[in-house]
């Protein structure tokens, strides 16, 4: 059961690595979109453009060779089925429906804001990629540290 736990704690360890990175990388590609519209020279804002992206580019493929690594565990210890119990699923289920709702929520609002502002198609799918990828994985963790104090009393 012990091997289970650090199975279940590794994948949503990894899950957030991926989660916090994509939205550094992507969210740093996001203020590049956004200061090239806004006619920003090079200044040092690149720097602070520049860090973000590069460590969320490297975590994101931490992160990436980290769920490889995670994969052939669980395949090496035939767990797949004890991990994905219904809580997992449950789980799962929730993160996927409350990413589809915030994306419906924030495609409601960039329609708004088109209406206000003027902005390239590619900030908004940017803006809508960030989204609809972090907001699943960051419920999911979420969920997941809420179950956790009652893993390790069963233990």
């Not at 994509?22 to 860090?51: C, R, T, V």
């Not at 990436?64 to 994905?84: C, D, E, G, M, P």
């Not at 908004?124 to 699943?136: K, Q």
């Given at each position: ?7 279940i ?6 899950l957030?690595?991926?989660a ?14 956004i200061?090239?519209?806004?006619g920003?020279?090079?200044?040092p ?31 090496r210890t ?10 997992f ?16 929520g924030?495609?409601?609002?960039l ?14 799918i ?6 609809g ?23």
């Amino acid at each position: 059961m012990a091997d289970i736990n650090k199975l279940i704690r590794q994948r949503d360890r990894t899950l957030g690595l991926a989660a916090l990175s994509f939205l550094l990388w992507q969210g740093a590609q996001l203020a590049q979109d956004i200061g090239l519209e806004l006619g920003w020279s090079d200044a040092p804002q690149d720097l602070f453009i520049l860090i973000p992206l590069l460590v969320g580019a490297i975590g994101w493929a931490a992160a990436s060779v980290l769920f490889l690594l995670y994969a052939s565990k669980v395949s090496r210890t035939r767990t797949q089925s004890v991990i994905q119990d219904e809580l997992f699923c449950h789980n799962q289920r929730i993160a996927i429906r409350t990413g589809f709702m915030v994306l419906i929520g924030s495609i409601s609002l960039l329609l708004a804001a088109d209406l206000l502002i003027d902005f390239s198609a590619a900030i908004a799918i940017r803006a809508l990629l960030i989204i609809g990828i972090f907001t699943p994985l960051a419920t999911f963790v979420l969920l997941g540290r809420g179950g956790e104090g009652d893993e390790e009393e069963a233990a």
